[in-house]
């Protein structure tokens, strides 16, 4: 696994190594940790209030809306770890948030119990997440490729005290399913931190992009080439291993048991249209084409010890969510039977470990998937009147239908595939695939490891030629 590391030019490997740590110091040393926020919340001068988006979920039967969310004070984000590695255009950054208070109201619901309303406090204490950020160079700056983020810590408490206040009720202790709670907890988590989280990204972002590649190697500007070249040659290396983990995935996975997943039923009030509110139920719901999973641009490579971690990044290319039995009361809707979405976006991602046992041995560890943005239900305001096959969507069916994906159907999506893909990092050809990646089995002896496509040769010539320009001109001197 020596394409790794810059093995072939010991000044640039130096140069990388260093610039790597002073990029990091960059960073840290300009952090604001809440003026920068600004740009990304609704902050009123005169209110002082932070306005966030409403959230939903279902406690058992009943629908809870937290809305009008309010963040009493503005959030504080602080920098507490910090590493980069230009071997393999890399960074890590761990993140810490201030402690906060939430405010609104709480309002709860089912088909079977009349709507009640509550003020309600939600607590976020020591609150921690890491981002992981893969590097490009265009040009003479550092770009940001792709972002993984993930929750390290965090304490949450939601009450509301009933309307006499004589009694203060926490809802989330009514459930008893310990995985459903930290679902639900962690959507409520990511609902209320993710325009933070957001922030956070275009901050390293925009001081990735002011960093001049060139200068941080000594000023070489071949060396900002060779770096290039050297990122794609390793990520080459590992790229036969990725579409077969891929393929070896997505081959489970069209077993029928694991490639639909039941959703789960839906009730929720209509808006109110020509005095009528009306409520909706939808049953017989149901996910598939799990099997579908496709690379989503390059992969990120980071360095921990003698580990190597491998960032992957995925998309369903096409997931459908079909109900078979919806039932409306409102006049004007009452024709709908079924629908099936619009196609959808998606993102998610693998961790993976590499660590070498032996020169014939490496041992390939799944660390995380992680299914970032499953893709919302559109709603289509227009659909025509001679539609045989409506699509339109109420929007609060689509609403409640985006919220049970979210915080329901996420985290089943998730343990069914870390379960294939602990089966399939088991297999012994992909051990070959990272101690041999320039083997191949259709009898083509290409060297990933040696290719470079047309765009790179133009930028080494360019290099080149400046170099050649500036030492004629020393000459002159």
């Given at each position: 696994?020596?394409?790794?590391?810059?093995?072939?030019h010991?000044?640039?490997?130096?140069?990388a190594?260093s610039?790597?740590?002073?990029?990091?110091?960059?960073?840290?040393?300009?952090?604001?940790e809440?003026?920068?926020?600004?740009?990304?919340?609704?902050?009123?001068?005169?209110?002082?209030?932070?306005?966030?988006k409403?959230?939903?979920?279902?406690?058992?039967d009943?629908?809870?809306?937290?809305?009008?969310?309010?963040?009493?004070?503005e959030?504080?984000?602080?920098?507490?770890?910090?590493?980069?590695?230009l071997?393999?255009l890399?960074?890590?950054?761990?993140?810490?948030?201030?402690?906060?208070?939430?405010?609104?109201t709480?309002?709860?619901?089912?088909?079977?119990?009349?709507?009640?309303?509550?003020?309600?406090?939600?607590?976020?204490?020591?609150?921690?997440?890491?981002i992981?950020?893969?590097?490009?160079i265009?040009?003479?700056?550092?770009?940001?490729e792709?972002?993984?983020?993930?929750?390290l810590?965090?304490?949450?408490?939601?009450?509301?005290?009933?309307?006499?206040?004589?009694?203060?009720?926490?809802?989330?202790d009514?459930?008893q399913?310990?995985?459903?709670?930290k679902?639900?907890?962690?959507?409520?988590?990511?609902?209320?931190?993710?325009?933070?989280?957001l922030a956070?990204?275009?901050?390293?972002?925009?001081?990735?992009?002011?960093?001049?590649?060139s200068?941080?190697l000594?000023?070489?500007?071949s060396?900002?080439?060779?770096?290039r070249?050297?990122?794609?040659?390793?990520?080459s290396?590992?790229?036969k291993?990725?579409?077969?983990?891929?393929?070896?995935?997505?081959?489970?996975?069209?077993?029928?048991?694991?490639?639909?997943?039941?959703?789960?039923?839906?009730?929720?009030?209509?808006?109110?249209?020509?005095?009528?509110?009306?409520?909706?139920?939808?049953?017989?719901?149901?996910?598939?084409?799990l099997?579908?999973l496709?690379?989503?641009?390059?992969?990120?490579?980071?360095?921990?010890?003698?580990?190597?971690?491998?960032?992957?990044?995925?998309?369903?290319?096409?997931?459908?969510?079909?109900?078979?039995?919806?039932?409306?009361?409102?006049?004007?809707?009452?024709?709908?039977?079924?629908?099936?979405?619009?196609?959808?976006?998606?993102?998610?991602?693998?961790?993976?470990?590499?660590?070498?046992?032996?020169?014939?041995?490496?041992?390939?560890?799944?660390?995380?998937?992680?299914?970032d943005?499953l893709g919302?239900?559109?709603?289509?305001?227009?659909?025509?009147?001679?539609?045989?096959?409506?699509?339109?969507?109420?929007?609060?069916?689509?609403?409640?239908?985006?919220?049970?994906?979210?915080y329901?159907?996420?985290?089943?999506?998730?343990?069914?595939?870390?379960?294939?893909?602990a089966?399939?990092?088991k297999?012994?050809k992909?051990?070959?695939?990272?101690?041999?990646?320039?083997?191949t089995d259709?009898?083509?002896?290409?060297?990933?490891?040696?290719?470079v496509?047309?765009?790179?040769?133009?930028?080494?010539?360019?290099?080149?030629?400046?170099?050649?320009k500036?030492e004629?001109?020393?000459?002159?001197?």
């Amino acid at each position: 696994m020596n394409y790794i590391k810059i093995t072939d030019h010991d000044k640039l490997a130096a140069a990388a190594e260093s610039s790597g740590k002073v990029l990091v110091k960059r960073i840290t040393q300009s952090w604001q940790e809440d003026l920068w926020l600004r740009k990304k919340w609704n902050f009123t001068e005169d209110s002082k209030e932070l306005y966030m988006k409403e959230i939903c979920f279902m406690i058992g039967d009943d629908q809870i809306e937290l809305l009008h969310p309010v963040m009493e004070e503005e959030p504080k984000c602080k920098v507490t770890f910090g590493q980069g590695n230009l071997q393999t255009l890399s960074l890590v950054l761990k993140f810490k948030l201030n402690n906060m208070k939430v405010t609104g109201t709480m309002r709860s619901y089912s088909s079977s119990k009349p709507c009640k309303s509550f003020p309600y406090e939600l607590f976020l204490k020591d609150v921690e997440f890491e981002i992981v950020a893969g590097l490009i160079i265009r040009g003479d700056s550092f770009c940001i490729e792709n972002y993984s983020n993930n929750y390290l810590n965090f304490n949450l408490s939601l009450s509301y005290k009933t309307k006499d206040e004589s009694k203060e009720i926490f809802p989330l202790d009514k459930i008893q399913d310990s995985d459903l709670r930290k679902s639900i907890e962690i959507y409520i988590l990511d609902k209320l931190t993710k325009d933070i989280v957001l922030a956070v990204e275009d901050r390293v972002g925009e001081e990735c992009v002011d960093t001049s590649v060139s200068s941080m190697l000594d000023n070489e500007y071949s060396y900002r080439n060779k770096l290039r070249l050297h990122k794609k040659k390793m990520t080459s290396a590992f790229q036969k291993l990725v579409v077969e983990i891929v393929g070896m995935l997505n081959h489970q996975l069209e077993d029928k048991k694991l490639n639909e997943i039941s959703l789960p039923n839906l009730y929720g009030k209509l808006l109110e249209k020509d005095n009528q509110r009306g409520t909706f139920t939808a049953s017989q719901g149901y996910l598939k084409n799990l099997a579908s999973l496709q690379q989503l641009g390059d992969i990120t490579v980071h360095q921990d010890g003698e580990d190597i971690i491998i960032f992957v990044f995925l998309y369903f290319s096409y997931l459908d969510i079909v109900y078979k039995n919806l039932s409306i009361n409102r006049k004007d809707l009452e024709n709908t039977k079924s629908f099936e979405t619009p196609e959808n976006s998606n993102s998610s991602y693998m961790k993976i470990k590499i660590r070498k046992v032996n020169d014939e041995r490496i041992n390939l560890t799944l660390l995380d998937y992680k299914v970032d943005d499953l893709g919302y239900i559109e709603v289509i305001w227009d659909a025509p009147e001679n539609d045989t096959f409506k699509k339109y969507i109420e929007p609060e069916l689509a609403m409640w239908l985006n919220y049970a994906l979210e915080y329901q159907v996420t985290p089943i999506i998730e343990e069914r595939i870390k379960n294939c893909l602990a089966e399939v990092l088991k297999n012994e050809k992909l051990s070959q695939l990272v101690l041999h990646p320039q083997d191949t089995d259709d009898g083509n002896d290409s060297d990933p490891l040696n290719e470079v496509d047309e765009e790179d040769e133009e930028e080494i010539d360019d290099g080149q030629e400046v170099q050649s320009k500036e030492e004629k001109d020393d000459d002159e001197i």
